[in-house]
């Protein structure tokens, strides 16, 4: 059963911009924890942005600061990721994730192992 579908990707050149979506199909309302994650060729996944749901805090990785913002749609349950400035260095198979708080949450918004649901990626290229 799939539960989150990510969309947005594509190619673009450096120096532009993408908005990624991420389309949630599970009830979030009772409280979860919403990451973006990314996998460049050859290198591990690593965390990339984390927002709590309702309102609550956003995280970003050195990589990303600046440039990036996560945002939820509470009203439709899509997560966002808006890609501003982008470098070569950000191609990568980018994914959302969602924790779902009450099933035990250690706090590690960047830890992969926190999240218990994953969409199945889409692929960012920035080249010129």
């Known amino acids: 059963q799939v539960q989150l579908v990510e969309s947005g990707g594509g190619s673009v050149q450096p120096g532009g911009s993408l908005r990624l979506s991420c389309s949630i199909f599970?009830?979030?309302?009772?409280?979860?924890?919403l990451g973006w994650f990314r996998q460049a060729p050859g290198k591990e996944r690593e965390a990339v942005a984390a927002?709590?749901?309702?309102?609550?805090?956003?995280y970003y990785t050195d990589p990303v600061k600046g440039r990036f913002t996560i945002s939820h749609d509470a009203a439709n349950n899509t997560l966002y990721l808006q890609m501003n400035t982008l470098k070569p260095e950000d191609t990568a198979m980018y994914y959302c994730?969602?924790?779902?708080?009450?099933?035990?949450w250690g706090g590690g918004v960047f830890a992969e192992n926190e999240y218990h649901y994953w969409g199945q990626g889409t692929q960012v290229t920035v080249s010129s």
């Open positions: 994730a969602a924790a779902d708080l009450s099933l035990g």
């Open positions: 599970v009830d979030t309302r009772s409280g979860y924890c």
């Open positions: 927002i709590y749901t309702g309102g609550g805090s956003s």
